[in-house]
């Protein structure tokens, strides 16, 4: 989980710096990466993800380290399924921008997404994540 938000600060900062060339006009001065990324990962996307994911626990994704969990949604039969923390998980992939899913299926697997709000929360924390990196341009500069 720590590379996920790594790499998304990565991202920021790097799109901070670009911008601040073009502001500025100069390509001596453009601010400090490491100051970029700790703000963008302590500011941004720690509490971002912070939110989705409790709004993902609430409404069904997995939020447990119990083990093994059984369940009979869709086949009528129990069967396995690891589900771990999965809503922590998911909040940082979405709101980061970063692919994989806990099931391997990108959201798509029904633990991950179990109703139409967790749809529209995850779908909408890319979203956010794109708008707040580009307002929050002129905080953290």
Request: aromatic share 16%.
């Amino acid at each position: 989980m720590f590379l996920h938000f790594v790499s998304a600060a990565t991202g920021i900062a790097a799109m901070m710096v670009v911008f601040k060339a073009m502001k500025d006009k100069v390509t001596d001065k453009l601010g400090n990466f490491w100051d970029y990324l700790v703000k963008s990962i302590t500011r941004l996307l720690l509490p971002l993800s912070f939110i989705v994911a409790i709004i993902l626990a609430f409404y069904g994704t997995p939020t447990s380290y119990k083990g093994k969990r059984h369940d009979n949604r869709f086949t009528g039969g129990y069967y396995p399924c690891f589900a771990r923390a999965c809503s922590s998980y998911d909040a940082i992939k979405q709101t980061g921008t970063n692919g994989g899913g806990w099931f391997g299926v990108n959201s798509a697997h029904p633990f991950e997404n179990p109703n139409y709000l967790t749809n529209m929360v995850e779908n909408s924390s890319i979203f956010l994540y794109f708008c707040c990196a580009g307002i929050c341009l002129g905080f953290l500069s």
